[in-house]
């Protein structure tokens, strides 16, 4: 039955049977090839400007511990930048959670272990959402929530991707990325754009686990 309403309606059946009694917790990261296809592809670019990066960066700060996505720095310029990368939204609230203790933490935390004294002068938090259909709907549901945790326009963010780290900035930006743009075609957007109508690139992570598999990765 589920599959003849699937069919009807032009939708793709995915069925996951799973022993709940063995099913992991928390879900492990290198099982979400699109998410690590966005960080490769920002990786990528930002090294190329030669800027330094990094990785799944571990952070603590007192008792709290987690993880940053993907972070570049600049020591000359006492500059940071933050990626958050998200294919989807199944549960906003723990993304804000989430995403506002690296706000709060990660910059000092990490300007204290590169030896900048001061801290950094310019942070920009960015989060970085696959540009598909199914997180355009989630966005424009809840546009009140992701303009309170990404109020900011993407200027910091802009001045990043062109190598030149802005002076004396605290930001926090969304963007719709398409880690598989290729030619003339616009890498990312800003959240506005994003709520005012832009087409989606991809209809869901169905459709980028896809690409990732014609382009042999």
């Keep these: 039955m589920y599959a003849r309403l699937g069919h009807a309606l032009g939708l793709r059946l995915e069925a996951e049977l799973v022993d709940p009694r063995r099913r992991s917790v928390s879900p492990v990261r290198d099982v979400d090839p699109v998410h690590a296809a966005m960080g490769e592809f920002e990786a990528a670019h930002l090294r190329s400007l030669g800027l330094a990066i990094a990785i799944d960066e571990p952070y603590q700060h007192y008792h709290f511990a987690g993880r940053a996505d993907m972070i570049a720095w600049s020591v000359s310029d006492r500059a940071l930048l933050h990626i958050e990368n998200r294919t989807r939204f199944p549960n906003l609230q723990e993304v804000a959670g989430s995403y506002n203790a690296k706000r709060a933490y990660l910059a000092p935390v990490l300007a204290d272990r590169l030896g900048i004294r001061g801290g950094f002068e310019s942070v920009t938090h960015v989060m970085a959402a696959l540009w598909s259909a199914e997180v355009i709907h989630s966005l424009r549901m809840r546009s009140a929530t992701f303009r309170s945790l990404c109020p900011d326009p993407t200027d910091a963010f802009e001045a990043w991707w062109a190598g030149r780290p802005p002076d004396r900035d605290r930001s926090s930006a969304l963007v719709l990325l398409d880690p598989f743009a290729r030619g003339p075609q616009r890498l990312w957007v800003g959240l506005e754009t994003a709520l ?16 990732l598999g014609s382009r042999g990765v």
Excluded: E, L, Q
């Design 196 to 211: 005012i109508g832009v087409r989606p690139r991809m209809h869901g992570y169905a459709d980028a686990v896809d690409r």
